[in-house]
């Protein structure tokens, strides 16, 4: 019976989250049952990112079939532990410039999977929020500096984009695990913004809600990298649908399985990117807005 290794950066044995269960139904979509004709070692993050390379080392010595990196930091700690073990990416980040396949045509390597574009959209994340919000002139990105080198190269596109949009920036570092939430949105208040753009990894994710909160208790106009975080308050988002994503990874598993080698499997772009806007929040915060921006949202939550 193959065995699969899958290393998650969010949720815990109990709570797996809603990427594990989208992995999950993209293995169930492939006739894959879990304890009958597959076996998936799943190892959460539940502390500190140092323990990453920890994890991925015991399921290297598992000799799991392949492994999958559903983050940035898991997906550099398995590169660096085999060079045999098919790996099935997750990525924020263009893994060609973070030299972890040759190219998305050919990966090189024993590399491949999907890539979420998440930093490839920072500008066009920050202009629909300026669409949906005109009045907005000084833009606050909320981000973690714990984590190299994704958040701060994040923090300075979104700098760029500020700028080329005529808007100042100021940027909210915080440093997890214990993130100060409260400090940055006091230090959001003191510089004036009347905007949030939130960069999203582990830690920032873990106190999502509180930032929403925050924003919201603020008035607040906040953008996300992610539809959940509008689901649960946020303003907007604009991003590839993630569920999509893990589902497709479940595919290279299947593919790798049945024989494909990783070095040539093109890595997969998204081709659809969703815009999702919160009319409750947009309500609380009392910001209207205009029907042309509506128009064109894929979901709006009402």
Do not use: C
Request: aromatic share 6%; no cysteine.
């Amino acid at each position: 019976m193959p065995r699969i290794g899958y290393v998650s950066g969010s949720g815990d044995r109990k709570t797996p989250g809603p990427l594990v269960e989208a992995f999950r139904q993209g293995l169930h979509d492939r006739g894959y049952v879990e304890g009958k004709n597959i076996l998936v070692e799943y190892r959460y993050v539940e502390g500190g990112l140092d323990r990453v390379p920890a994890l991925v080392a015991e399921l290297v010595q598992l000799k799991v079939d392949v492994l999958v990196a559903a983050f940035t930091i898991a997906l550099r700690a398995a590169k660096q532990a085999t060079k045999t073990i098919p790996i099935v990416m997750v990525s924020a980040t263009d893994p060609v410039a973070a030299g972890f396949v040759d190219s998305l045509a050919r990966p090189g390597g024993n590399i491949t999977g999907v890539v979420r574009l998440t930093r490839e959209l920072s500008g066009k994340r920050l202009e629909l929020l300026k669409e949906a919000v005109p009045r907005i002139s000084r833009v606050a990105v909320l981000w973690d500096g714990n984590e190299a080198p994704g958040p701060a190269i994040a923090s300075k596109e979104y700098e760029a984009s500020a700028r080329s949009l005529k808007l100042e920036f100021q940027s909210l570092e915080v440093r997890g695990p214990n993130a100060d939430v409260d400090g940055a949105f006091q230090a959001a208040a003191k510089g004036r913004a009347n905007a949030l753009m939130v960069v999203r990894n582990r830690v920032v994710d873990r106190h999502s809600q509180r930032i929403i909160d925050l924003a919201i208790k603020n008035r607040l106009p906040s953008a996300w990298e992610g539809g959940e975080f509008v689901e649960a308050g946020g303003l907007l988002s604009y991003s590839a649908n993630d569920a999509d994503q893990f589902r497709r990874a479940a595919t290279y598993v299947d593919k790798i399985l049945k024989g494909a080698k990783p070095a040539e499997l093109p890595v997969e772009q998204p081709t659809k990117f969703e815009l999702v806007i919160n009319l409750k929040t947009a309500k609380k915060i009392e910001v209207t807005i205009p029907q042309s921006v509506l128009y064109r949202a894929d979901r709006v939550i009402r």
